[in-house]
């Protein structure tokens, strides 16, 4: 029980932090931050993908063990993009452009923690079945009622 309410507070925390990036890409998208100061039109881009990302981890948080492939795809993705992060930042530093690793280890830890409590499989399978079963008990009643 320990477990999941870990996993709940670090899903919902997350979601929310996902959330919050909002603000940011109010502002850039406002300000055409992105196109004149920055030159970067990929950020409003990711920014949008973590909102998206955040919302649907908000609600995964109620019921984690009903929504892990969520969970671990949220997981993969955030490893996969410090590795692609990784990769430019030595690139970067390889051309002489000093750029800091903090964003590069600040999503492999994401990755690395919702990896490390995500509900196993089986126990989510498990967990699954049994809220299909008892959602399938409930109906049967309901069902003789209506027939008396």
Sequence with gaps: MKRERTLQIVVGLLGVAYIAMIY???TDLWHAN???????ETEPMFLSFFIALGFFLVLAARRPLAYRSLIVFAAWQSIAH???MAIQTVEAWQ???????????????????????????????????LNEMNTAFRR?????????
């Design 24 to 26: 940011p890409l109010y």
């Design 34 to 40: 992105w196109l004149l100061v920055t030159k970067n």
């Design 82 to 84: 410090a590795s692609v």
């Design 95 to 129: 051309n002489g452009i000093h750029r800091d690793f903090t964003d590069v280890v600040l999503a492999a830890v994401i990755g690395g923690v919702l990896l490390a409590v995500a509900p196993p499989e089986k126990e989510a399978a498990a967990t699954v079945s």
């Design 140 to 148: 049967v009643p309901e069902q003789s009622r209506a027939k008396d």
